[in-house]
């Protein structure tokens, strides 16, 4: 199974397809935006939340194993991925 993840501004996409490039799950979370005198942030940890959540689909159509998991990101999803690299990676040792 291959997950496309998407952190756009205001919603985090997740589509999974298997290796013949089938869609298997698209899911999809709104992320609230904070505009302090006209400048754009997000809260890491909601986008974080939100990446978690959208990733709920694709795992209920196939159990991933965490230890073939491999996690690529480029740009503003980089520390992201190393994120939920290093927690499902925890979560396999600790048996869940």
């Known amino acids: 199974m291959y997950v496309g993840i ?3 501004t205001s919603a ?3 589509a999974a397809f298997d290796a013949r490039g ?3 799950a698209v899911e999809s979370r709104p992320v609230a935006l904070d505009i302090p005198g006209g400048f754009v942030e997000q ?3 909601a986008v974080y939340a939100a990446v978690t959540q959208v990733l709920t689909a694709p795992t ?3 159990e991933p194993d965490p230890e073939r ?3 690529y990101a480029r740009g503003y999803a980089t520390h ?3 994120l939920a690299e290093s927690r499902t990676r925890a979560r ?3 048996g869940g």
């Open 92 to 94: 396999a040792r600790a």
């Open 69 to 71: 998991a491999r996690f």
């Open 80 to 82: 992201l991925a190393r």
């Open 60 to 62: 209920a159509v196939v």
């Open 12 to 14: 985090v996409k997740a």
């Open 6 to 8: 998407d952190v756009g």
């Open 22 to 24: 089938r869609e298997l």
């Open 43 to 45: 809260d890491m940890d």
